[in-house]
C-alpha cells in the first residue's frame, strides 16, 4: 500500500508531457487556414487605410511626392495595379493551402511540462561549467567559495547544480518542482516565454532579410532579369500603399512567396508565430511603399529603413542602392546605402521642377506648401539672387 501511495504522489507531482490537438483562434477556421489568409486581410486593411488618405489628401504635409507627381510619372494605372497585387495575394494564398494540405493543427502539451524539459537541460549544462573550469586547470570548488561573498549566484553557477557552496532558500531550494530550484526554474520560464520565441523570430527575420536582399540585388544586377521581370515593380516611380506587392508573377514567388516559406521552415514558426511574423512584415512592406513619412513611423525610429528610405530606390538615380526591406543590415555592410542626403533632397526636387513644368504648372508648386518647404524655397531663392 506505502508503494502504490508513493508511486501516485509521484506521478500527480510531474506535469503532464501528453501532447494533444490545439483549439484554434476562431471555431470556423484552423490556425493553419488563418495564418495564410491573415496578412491578405491585413494588406487589405493597411493599403484601404493610406488609400483613403490619398484620396482625400489628408497628411498631405507627410507626402514625400506630390500627388500630380503620380499622375505623371507612373508607368502603370492604379487598375493595373490593382490586378497584378490581387494576382500576389491569389498566389500567395494557393501556394500556402497547397503546402498545408493535410496538416493537422499544432500538437500542443502542458507548458509547465516544457518547463520541466528546459530546466532541465539547464542543470544539466550547469553541471558542465565546473568540469570545463577543472579541465583548464581552475579548482572550480575553491573559486565558488572566493566569490560567493560578492555575489552568492555567481558562486552557485560556478559550483554547478550538484555542488551547494553555502546554503541559500535562493538558489537551492528544491521544493518548488520535482526538485528544480527556483533559479533554475525562473531561467526555464524566461527560455521557454520569451527567449526561444525571442530567437525564431530572429531567425525568420534575419532569412527573409537576407534572401530579399541578395535577390533583389541580383534583379538590378543582372539586366535581362531586371528587363524581364524586376522592371514590371519599377514601373511605380510613386509609390502607394497598395501597390507595395505588384510584381512580375517570377518575383512574386521566388523573391517574396519563397522567403518566408523558407523563413517558416527553418525557424520553426508555429501556425500563430507566422500570423504574428507574416502580419507584421505585411505592415512593414505597406509602410515602405505608402508615400508618407510620419515622424512618429515606428519602423524609422528602430534602424532607419522606412518609407523614404525605400522610396528613394525607387527612383530612377537611387535604383542601385537601398535594396533592403526590412533592416539596413546588409546595405550598410555592403556599402548600398544611400548616404547622401542632401543630393537625394537635390535630386527629388529637381524631378518635381520637371515634373511641374510638364504639367504646365509653375515651378513655386513644385511641392506641396509645408513650413519646410517655404523656407527651403526662400533660402535658394535667396541663393540665386
Known amino acids: 500500500m506505502a508503494s502504490n501511495t508513493t508511486t501516485s504522489s ?9 501532447l494533444v490537438p490545439q483549439e484554434p483562434i476562431l471555431p470556423w477556421i484552423s490556425d493553419n487556414v488563418l495564418a495564410i489568409v491573415l496578412p491578405t486581410i491585413v494588406y487589405a486593411v493597411a493599403g484601404g487605410f493610406f488609400h483613403v488618405l490619398d484620396t482625400f489628401d489628408l497628411f498631405s504635409d507627410y507626402r514625400i511626392h506630390p500627388s500630380e507627381d503620380e499622375l505623371k510619372r507612373n508607368h502603370v494605372t492604379r487598375w493595373e495595379c490593382l ?10 494564398i494557393s501556394i500556402g493551402l497547397l503546402l498545408n494540405h493535410g496538416n ?3 500538437m500542443v502539451g502542458d507548458e509547465s511540462c516544457k518547463i520541466q524539459q528546459a530546466a532541465t537541460a539547464i542543470r544539466n549544462a550547469r553541471d558542465l561549467i565546473p ?4 579541465t583548464i586547470g581552475i579548482d572550480a570548488k575553491q573559486l565558488s567559495h572566493v566569490v560567493r561573498g560578492s555575489s552568492t549566484a555567481l558562486a552557485h553557477f560556478i559550483g554547478g547544480a550538484s555542488y551547494v557552496p ?3 532558500a535562493t538558489f537551492h531550494d528544491r521544493s518548488h518542482s520535482n526538485g528544480f530550484t527556483a533559479l533554475e526554474l525562473t531561467l526555464a520560464k524566461l527560455f521557454i516565454r520569451i527567449l526561444r520565441p525571442a530567437v525564431q523570430y530572429l531567425g525568420a527575420l534575419v532569412v527573409v532579410d537576407t534572401w530579399i536582399y541578395f535577390t533583389h540585388r541580383l534583379c538590378h544586377v543582372n539586366r535581362t532579369l531586371y528587363r524581364l521581370v524586376h522592371a514590371q515593380h519599377h514601373r511605380i516611380y510613386v509609390s502607394y500603399a497598395y501597390g507595395a506587392v505588384y510584381a512580375h508573377w517570377l518575383e512574386s514567388l521566388f523573391l517574396d512567396i519563397l522567403s518566408f516559406v523558407l523563413a517558416g521552415e527553418i525557424a520553426q514558426l508555429t501556425p500563430r508565430q507566422s500570423m504574428l511574423f507574416g502580419s507584421a512584415a505585411t505592415v512593414k512592406t505597406i509602410s515602405d511603399h505608402c508615400g508618407y513619412v510620419f515622424p512618429w513611423d515606428p519602423f524609422g525610429w528602430v534602424n532607419g529603413n522606412g518609407a523614404g528610405f525605400h ?16 533592416t539596413v543590415f546588409w546595405d550598410n555592410l555592403l556599402g548600398t546605402t544611400w548616404a547622401d542626403k542632401q543630393g537625394a533632397e537635390k535630386r527629388y526636387r529637381r524631378v518635381r521642377d520637371l515634373t511641374r513644368e510638364k ?3 509653375p515651378r513655386a508648386a513644385a511641392e ?3 513650413d519646410k518647404a517655404l523656407e527651403r524655397d526662400a533660402a535658394e531663392r535667396k541663393t540665386e539672387g
Open 104 to 106: 493537422g493543427p499544432s
Open 10 to 18: 509521484s506521478v500527480s507531482s510531474s506535469p503532464s508531457c501528453v
Open 368 to 370: 506641396p506648401l509645408t
Open 83 to 92: 490586378r497584378g497585387v490581387a494576382r500576389y495575394h491569389v498566389m500567395a
Open 311 to 326: 522610396d528613394l530606390h525607387h527612383q530612377s538615380w537611387g535604383l542601385k542602392y537601398n535594396y533592403s526591406t526590412y
Open 166 to 168: 553555502i546554503p541559500d
Open 131 to 134: 568540469l570545463l573550469l577543472n
Open 359 to 361: 504639367a504646365g504648372l
